[in-house]
């Protein structure tokens, strides 16, 4: 699996998104979205800056986020809601859209330690996609954990999407719909990504 070191605030700053979307409270003071409009971006900038942001706020790499795409533009609809669709409803993402942990990268990792199962079954592949009617808990050795507790109360004002049905006291949630791309909590213009890639 590859590592990614590169700071996030430094990173969330030059994509221009909030840390927030990352799950960090601490704002960098020097973030400032009149800096990054300076220079003149030209098109394929945008669509590149586009596709950087998606990939580094789901810890996707190319080879992946590119088979993403491939599979959101065989389905129905528009292919950049396919993608976030298909984004949304990866198993790391879910867990920490559960408030199950404090950062997707975060949740990446207790994924991959074996702490969730999907309909009782362990699943400890953060790609895995989950689907209509599924139902994610925390394993039962896990529930004691003060770790997930210590979660858990940092994440209680974490607004939990709707698409999501919240089980607090059994640390579940079932899969209500698929989420789309009304349901993400920053902005994004996914038709650049199409656009780069269709060339």
């Known amino acids: 699996m590859a590592l990614n070191k590169e700071p996030i605030l430094k990173r969330c700053r030059y994509l221009g998104i909030s840390p927030m979307v990352m799950g960090i409270s601490k704002e960098s003071r020097r973030f400032s979205k ?53 984004l949304e409803s990866r198993l790391d993402n879910v867990v920490y859209r559960m408030g199950l942990s404090l950062t997707r990268r975060e949740s990446r990792q207790l994924v991959s330690h074996g702490h969730f199962t999907v309909n009782g079954k362990r699943v400890d592949i953060p790609s895995y996609r989950v689907h209509v009617g599924d139902v994610i808990a925390l394993c039962e050795k896990s529930r004691s954990s003060e770790k997930f ?50 060339k």
Do not use: C
């Open 34 to 86: 009149d800096k990054n409009n300076r220079k003149k971006v030209s098109e394929y900038g945008m669509q590149l800056k586009e596709k950087q942001k998606l990939k580094f706020i789901y810890g996707v790499l190319e080879k992946p986020f590119y088979h993403y795409f491939e599979i959101a533009a065989k389905m129905e609809g528009k292919t950049g809601d396919n993608l976030i669709t298909i």
């Open 149 to 198: 507790k210590d979660v858990v109360e940092q994440t209680a004002t974490r607004v939990v999407p709707i698409w999501l049905e919240p089980d607090k006291a059994n640390f579940s949630a079932k899969v209500l719909r698929m989420p789309t791309a009304e349901d993400i909590d920053y902005e994004t213009e996914t038709h650049l990504i199409v656009e780069l890639y269709s």
